[in-house]
């Protein structure tokens, strides 16, 4: 069944630690998001890749890293965790986006 | 740019009522899509309902309807005989052709 995976779906991990948080899709779609979910519940578009070889910055600044060497494939990369990047991370992939998003599950992470 | 303002940030109604949750935009493009999105608590993000600009028919799925006020730049979410599992986070969203701005959020508990 098409869809989009995102692991891991919980995260605890200490501050300076490098981690990688996974997103792949079953679909084919060329575009790709990466959102920052604050405790509020509101939406920050912090990364999104129109196809392989292109990645974006979006909206909010982050000091994570994308990269998208494979369609399917768009993992973010943070090189030391920090306090401030607790938070849910949602990715997302559309083919067209009129016609809507595929979200993933969501990470949960927790920086100590 | 395009913007998406929800301006009720939490709701809360009987199991059975009919509620509605309001949505604004701003555009300057003419072509373009609505939706409608449900966050459950801690369970991946879905899409509920969307609706072509240039269509004047609101569009229904089920229980979900929606009122398109295209002059008005409005995008109303009616759920009619509302039930427990719709509790949620109900995002309204634009989309263009390459990504969708998404509204605050509405946080909308159904009480037994």
């Known amino acids: 069944e098409a869809d989009i995976y995102q692991t891991p779906r919980y995260l605890v991990i200490g501050t300076g630690k490098k981690i990688t948080l996974e997103c792949s899709q079953t679909?084919?779609?060329?575009?790709m998001y990466w959102y920052q979910q604050d405790p509020g519940m509101e939406l920050h578009l912090i990364h999104y890749?129109?196809?392989?070889?292109?990645?974006e910055k979006g909206d909010l600044s982050s000091e994570s890293t994308v990269s998208r060497i494979r369609t399917e494939h768009f993992p973010l990369t943070l090189e030391s965790a920090r306090p401030s990047h607790t938070s849910q991370y949602l990715c997302?992939?559309?083919?067209?986006?009129?016609?809507?998003?595929?979200f993933g599950s969501g990470t949960r992470l927790t920086v100590v | 740019a395009q913007t998406v303002t929800q301006s009720q940030p939490e709701m809360s109604v009987q199991e059975a009522e009919t509620v509605t949750l309001s949505c604004t935009y701003d555009?300057?493009?003419?072509?373009?899509?609505l939706f409608w999105y449900k966050q459950p608590p801690s369970r991946q993000m879905i899409l509920v309902i969307r609706?072509?600009?240039?269509?004047?028919q609101n569009a229904t799925e089920n229980r979900f309807s929606v009122n398109f006020q295209k002059a008005a730049k409005s995008f109303s979410l009616k759920i009619s005989d509302s039930q427990l599992g719709d509790t949620a986070m109900y995002f309204c969203a634009w989309g263009g052709a390459q990504k969708l701005v998404f509204g605050q959020g509405t946080r909308l508990t159904i009480n037994p």
């Open positions: 555009t300057s493009e003419s072509n373009y899509y």
């Open positions: 609706q072509e600009a240039y269509k004047q």
């Open positions: 679909m084919g779609h060329d575009k």
């Open positions: 890749s129109y196809g392989v070889n292109s990645t």
């Open positions: 997302a992939s559309s083919d067209f986006p009129n016609y809507g998003y595929t």
